[in-house]
């Protein structure tokens, strides 16, 4: 399965983050594929 998380919390080292790590790393020893986005550290454009 892929799976992909868009992380916006404006604190890299947050607890919003630190879960969304966990999640990925877990999802992967499972063997899924994951894709992190950090969404509120990019220059995003509507």
């Given at each position: 399965m892929k799976i992909v998380i868009?992380?916006?919390s404006p604190h890299?080292?947050?607890s919003s983050n630190m879960l969304a790590e966990?999640?990925?790393k877990g999802a992967q020893e499972a063997g899924h594929?994951?894709?992190e986005m950090d969404a509120?550290?990019?220059n995003i454009h509507p």
């Open positions: 868009i992380k916006g890299k080292k947050g966990q999640f990925a594929t994951v894709i509120a550290h990019r």
